[in-house]
């Protein structure tokens, strides 16, 4: 099993300052078309395909492998992501939440396996090692997610 998490400040000094409302509207957009935020052709496709009052699906290919997801949503706070097809089974969680000092802070976690594998084999030590490297890890995706979320508000797009 995979476990990891990391959290980022969103608004650390220097950085055009967001709010709870924008931060989240970034995340949700993601949620609904990660194209927008992930490096270009990392993401070949990402369609909403149900949608109800609880959830929707979301059909994707990310790095090749063809995916399925079930995400949740909860307003201004959390979207987690629950692996139904693909390389991988769990769930991603990404959330917003004010530190002890009131500072509002982006955090991932998940816990997932890998589909197929030895659990704790050569293949997941090599995912963990990478959700957990500060160059390519999670660290690093969600502070490009808030750098993108601030450009697409300074275009008018979210």
């Known amino acids: ?53 609880t959830h929707f699906v979301r059909e994707a290919t990310i790095a090749g492998a063809e995916l399925r997801e079930i995400i949740t949503l909860e307003p201004q ?25 009131g500072e509002l802070q982006l955090r991932f976690y998940c816990y997932i396996g890998l589909r197929g594998k030895e659990p704790g084999g050569p293949e997941e030590q ?11 890890g999670y660290k690093s995706a969600l502070l490009s997610t808030l750098k993108r979320t601030r450009e697409l508000l300074a275009q008018g797009k979210l």
């Open 77 to 101: 706070r959390k979207v987690t992501f629950f692996q139904a097809t693909g390389p991988r089974e769990g769930a991603i969680v990404n959330e917003l939440f004010e530190d002890a000092a």
């Open 1 to 53: 099993m995979i476990h990891s998490t990391a959290t980022v400040a969103v608004n650390p000094d220097g950085e055009t300052p967001m709010t709870r409302e924008q931060a989240w509207k970034g995340l949700e957009s993601k949620a609904r078309d990660a194209r927008l935020f992930l490096p270009p052709g990392l993401c070949t496709r990402c369609d909403v395909v149900e949608e109800s009052a």
């Open 126 to 136: 090599a995912e963990q090692a990478q959700f957990d490297s500060a160059d390519k």
